[in-house]
């Protein structure tokens, strides 16, 4: 199979086997008018299995959805065909709007308005707790 390469545009790599469609989905790219290339079980040495996306076209990818999704991704902008930066992802401290409150008597699910905050608070876990609530993501 093969894949062009982009012009000007994101590649994001190294995503776990299984999850593009899941960052498809949350970072919306969906709302897109240019061409996603979905690469999902690719070959590597380092995982075995990965995913990865590629969007031909410049975006400004929120690195904390992605960050709370795997931050081992790893995120290429590409300009003129060549990679000018490459960034990587660590779980983000604090969440704002990624996800929304389970609990139904918080004030994010009784009151409209309030953004939905989430602070890390076992990063080996990966649990977040709602800032208003204490319930856990």
């Given at each position: 199979?093969?894949?062009?390469?982009?012009?000007?545009?994101?590649?994001?790599?190294?995503?776990?086997?299984?999850?593009?469609?899941?960052?498809?989905?949350?970072?919306?790219?969906?709302?897109?008018?240019?061409?996603?290339?979905?690469?999902?079980?690719?070959?590597?040495?380092?995982?075995?299995?990965?995913?990865?996306?590629?969007?031909?076209?410049?975006?400004?990818?929120?690195?904390?959805?992605?960050?709370?999704?795997?931050?081992?991704?790893?995120?290429?902008?590409?300009?003129?065909?060549?990679?000018?930066?490459?960034?990587?992802?660590?779980?983000?401290?604090?969440?704002?709007n990624?996800?929304?409150?389970?609990?139904?008597r918080?004030?994010?699910?009784?009151?409209?308005?309030?953004?939905?905050?989430?602070?890390?608070?076992?990063?080996?876990?990966?649990?977040?707790?709602?800032?208003?609530?204490?319930?856990?993501?």
């Amino acid at each position: 199979m093969r894949i062009d390469s982009i012009q000007n545009g994101i590649v994001l790599d190294h995503i776990t086997a299984g999850m593009a469609l899941r960052v498809y989905n949350d970072l919306e790219l969906d709302k897109l008018d240019c061409s996603i290339a979905i690469l999902q079980n690719v070959k590597s040495n380092k995982m075995g299995k990965k995913d990865i996306l590629k969007i031909d076209q410049e975006y400004d990818v929120n690195l904390d959805v992605l960050g709370y999704i795997d931050p081992d991704i790893t995120v290429s902008i590409i300009k003129d065909g060549q990679t000018v930066e490459k960034k990587k992802l660590a779980l983000p401290k604090k969440l704002v709007n990624i996800k929304k409150c389970k609990n139904p008597r918080c004030i994010t699910s009784t009151e409209q308005g309030i953004p939905h905050i989430f602070k890390l608070t076992d990063e080996e876990n990966r649990v977040y707790r709602c800032i208003y609530c204490e319930a856990d993501k």
